[in-house]
Structure formats: C-alpha cells, structure tokens
C-alpha cells in the first residue's frame, strides 16, 4: 500500500474555481485500477491551503495516475490558482494493525 499526500496553497479568491477543478481530478481518479482512496481536506487554521491524501496498491499505479489525460489536464489549471507549488510526500505501509 502506498499513501500519497498532495499539500496545495490556493490563492482564497481561487478556492471556488480549485474546488470545481478538484473534484473532477477526485471523480475521475476514484475509477483507476489500483485507487484505493482519494479525499481531499482543507486545513482548519490556514485559509487556502487543503491536502489531497491518495491510497493507492502500488506505486506502479500511483506512476500510471500521473499520466492520465485527467492528471494531465487538471493538475496545471490547479497551478494556475497556487501562492506557492504543492508539497508532494509518499510514504509506504510498514505495519498493520487489526
């Protein structure tokens, strides 16, 4: 299991038109092969900045996602809206608890 987190800084004016945009790159990323979770979370103490947190059962699928035609598309409009660049972490599953 791989879990990516994408940390964007939307200028505030923007965050209507960023919403819009996620939810489309959300919509459409929830139907590939190997997406196991895909939300997106606004901070509660800092205007315009959200996390996207991404669950994915490979990291070949997390590699296949980045170049999706809706990846591709939506992800420079998002740019577009930023104060500053996103902040991309992935992390990899070590242990399981039940």
Do not use: C
């Not at 591709?72 to 809206?81: A, D, F, H, T």
Request: glycine share 4%.
């Amino acid at each position: 299991m791989i879990m990516s987190t994408a940390r964007d800084y939307i200028q505030p004016s923007k965050e209507a038109e960023y919403k819009k945009l996620i939810e489309k790159l959300i919509i459409e990323t929830r139907k590939e092969e190997g997406n196991e979770g895909y939300t997106l979370y606004k901070d509660r103490e800092n205007e315009g900045e959200y996390v996207l947190l991404e669950f994915w059962d490979s990291q070949e699928s997390l590699d296949r996602h980045f170049k999706t035609e809706h990846f591709m598309s939506i992800v420079p409009e998002i740019q577009k809206l930023q104060v500053k660049p996103s902040e991309v972490n992935t992390y990899v599953k070590e242990i399981e608890y039940d």
